[in-house]
C-alpha cells in the first residue's frame, strides 16, 4: 500500500517541537506516512516577505492533509520592521498565513471539541446543592464558520465615499453616525452568506447525529444582530425541522452563554456560530478542560477534503528558546487524532485518545500547566515533565 503524504507545517516558538512530539506519538501508534515539512511563519516573513510562500500552498494543495504547529503574528508596523533591508520600504504588508490559509482554501468548517479528561487537575469544579464539589463532565463539539463575519477582512477607516453613500441610505446610520465626520469613522463588517451558513450548520447536525449528541446549540445574538444572527437561527430551525427532527435545536446569546458557561457546561452538545462568536465560545470551553495545552481544533472544507489540523494555541514565543521545551503537546497530539478520523483512521486516533486519557487519568506525568506552575525554564527541575517527556509517557502507554 502506497503511504500517505502528510504536509507538515511547524511554524514558530514552540509549533515545532509540539509536532515533533505528535508525529512521534502517531508513529508509535501504528500510523505510517510521508511528512513533507511546508515552510511557513514569521521566518519567510522575514526573509521572503511573505509568511506562506506559494510553494506551501503547493504542497497542500497536491497532498490536501496539513498538521499545523502554530505561527507568530505581529502588528502591520513591527511586521514591516523585521523583514531584512533588502525588502524594507517596498510596500510589503503582513497578513496571517494561517487566515491566509482558511480563505484560500476555503476551510469554513473549524470544529473544536472541548472534552474533560478525567484527573485533570485543570478540570473546571464548582459548588454543588449541598456544599459539595462538582466536576462536570464537559463534552461539546464546537463549530465555527471560519471564513466569513466579523473576520472577513471587510474593513475600512475613513471609508470610501461610495461605502459611506451606502450606509447613509440606512435611517439608522444616518440617525445615530450621519453628522460624525467620515475621516473618524471606522467600520467592520459582519458579512453571513446562505451558503456558508448552510454548510456549517449542516456540519453541526451531521456531526451531532454520527456521535449520538441530542442537541445543537445556535450561539449568536438574535434579538440584537437581526440579519445576521437571526438568519443563522432562521436556518437552523429549517434545518432541524426539515432533516433532524430527532436533535432539540437551542438558541442561546452569546453573552449569556459566557455567563452560563460554568452553571451547567455539562448540558451542551454540539455548539454553532459565526466566526468571531465560534472563537469565543470555544476558547471558553477550552478553559474548563484545561485550557490552551488541551484545545484541539480541524478546519476543513468537505468539498475537496483539504484540512488543517491545529492546536489553538500560538507560538508561546517566550518558551521559545528553552533548551528543553516544556509546553503541553496535548493539544497537538489530540489535533492529530482530529486528522486520524478525517482520513478514515478512527482506530489509531482511538487508541492515541485513550493512552492520552490515560497519563491524564494517572497523574504521574504532567507538563508544567497542568500543575499551575508559572511558565519557566526551570520547571523541568521541579519536577514537571517536559514536552517530550510527556509524549514518551503517552508512547510507554500505547
Ligand atoms: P499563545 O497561545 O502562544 O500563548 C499564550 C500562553 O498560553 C503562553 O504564554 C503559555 O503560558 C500558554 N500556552 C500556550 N500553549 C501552551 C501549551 N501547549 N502548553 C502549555 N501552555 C501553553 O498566545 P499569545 O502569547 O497570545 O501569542 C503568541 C504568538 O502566537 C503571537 O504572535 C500570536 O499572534 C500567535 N498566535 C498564533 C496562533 C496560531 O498559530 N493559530 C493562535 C494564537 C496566537
Ligand atoms: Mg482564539
Known amino acids: 500500500m502506497t503511504k500517505r503524504t502528510i504536509v507538515t507545517l511547524p511554524g514558530d516558538g514552540i509549533g515545532r517541537p509540539v ?12 500510523f505510517e506516512a510521508n511528512y513533507i515539512e511546508g515552510d511557513i511563519g514569521w521566518e519567510f516573513w522575514k526573509r521572503e516577505g511573505n509568511p506562506l510562500p506559494d510553494r506551501t500552498i503547493k504542497l497542500l494543495e497536491e497532498y490536501k492533509i496539513g498538521l499545523f504547529g502554530a505561527i507568530t503574528s505581529k502588528p502591520k508596523d513591527e511586521a514591516a520592521n523585521e523583514l531584512i533591508p533588502e525588502l ?31 484527573g485533570n487537575p485543570l478540570n473546571f469544579i464548582r459548588r454543588g446543592q449541598d456544599d459539595s464539589i462538582e466536576e462536570p463532565e464537559v463534552d461539546v463539539a464546537i463549530f465555527r464558520q471560519n471564513t466569513e463575519g466579523l473576520y472577513g477582512g471587510v474593513e475600512w477607516s475613513n471609508p470610501p ?37 448552510e454548510r456549517i450548520l449542516m456540519a453541526a447536525f451531521n456531526h451531532a ?50 455567563m452560563w458557561l460554568t452553571k451547567n457546561p455539562e448540558k451542551y452538545g454540539v455548539i454553532v456560530a459565526g466566526n468571531m462568536f465560534g472563537d469565543i465560545v ?10 490552551l495545552g488541551f484545545a484541539c481544533s480541524a478546519q476543513v472544507n468537505p468539498d475537496t477534503g483539504i484540512g488543517l489540523f491545529e ?21 497537538m497530539i489530540e489535533s492529530a487524532c482530529m486528522m486520524l478520523d478525517h482520513i478514515g483512521e478512527h482506530g489509531i486516533a482511538g487508541k492515541v485518545r485513550k493512552a492520552v486519557a490515560k497519563v491524564v487519568l494517572d497523574g504521574k506525568v504532567r507538563t508544567y500547566d497542568m500543575m499551575k506552575m508559572t511558565g519557566r525554564a526551570d520547571v523541568v527541575e521541579k519536577g514537571a515533565a517536559s514536552t517530550r517527556q510527556m509524549a514518551d509517557a503517552i508512547i510507554a502507554e500505547l
Not at 453613500?165 to 463588517?189: Q, W
Not at 437581526?226 to 452569546?254: C, D, H
Open 209 to 258: 447525529k454520527r456521535y449520538g449528541y441530542k442537541s445543537v446549540t445556535v450561539c449568536e445574538k438574535p434579538n440584537v444582530i437581526r440579519e445576521t444572527s437571526g438568519m443563522m437561527y432562521k436556518m437552523a430551525q429549517q434545518i432541524q425541522e426539515s432533516g433532524f427532527p430527532e436533535i432539540e435545536l437551542w438558541n442561546t446569546n452569546i453573552d449569556a452563554q459566557m
Open 88 to 118: 524594507k520600504g517596498k510596500g510589503l504588508v503582513y497578513s496571517s498565513p494561517i487566515v491566509s490559509l482558511r480563505q484560500h482554501f476555503g476551510l469554513d468548517i473549524c470544529l473544536r471539541p472541548c472534552r474533560t479528561y478525567k
Open 19 to 30: 509536532l515533533e512530539e505528535a508525529i512521534r506519538v502517531l508513529g508509535s501508534a501504528g
Open 161 to 197: 465615499k461610495q461605502v459611506h453613500n451606502a450606509l447613509m441610505s440606512h435611517p439608522k446610520f444616518v440617525k445615530n453616525f450621519g453628522h460624525v465626520p467620515v475621516n473618524e469613522i471606522s467600520i467592520s463588517t459582519r458579512i453571513f452568506t446562505k451558503k456558508a451558513t
Open 311 to 331: 492546536p489553538t494555541h500560538g507560538s508561546a514565543p517566550k518558551y521559545a528558546d528553552y533548551p528543553v521545551s516544556i509546553v503541553n503537546p496535548i493539544a
Open 282 to 291: 470555544s476558547d471558553a470551553f477550552a478553559g474548563l478542560i484545561g485550557g
